[in-house]
């Protein structure tokens, strides 16, 4: 399962990720964790993919010492 690289920015910090897409899931994964949902129809992969990551930064700034 190759992935795609993606960034976003959030905060003023770039945060970069890979992604995949196996059957009608896709996975993103960060150093810190990953995150996988279901691919709807009409959806981007891309667009998932950035909203999923946005989702793991919060997340993990979230986390009682976190260094992100």
Do not use: N
Request: hydrophobic fraction near 35%; proline fraction near 1%.
């Amino acid at each position: 399962m190759p992935g795609h690289a993606i960034h976003i920015t959030v905060d003023g910090r770039k945060h970069s990720a890979t992604f995949a897409v196996d059957r009608k899931h896709l996975t993103v994964s960060t150093t810190y964790g990953k995150k996988t949902a279901e691919v709807s129809a009409g959806v981007q992969h891309q667009v998932l993919a950035h909203q999923l990551l946005e989702q793991l930064v919060k997340e993990e700034k979230a986390r009682k010492g976190s260094t992100i």
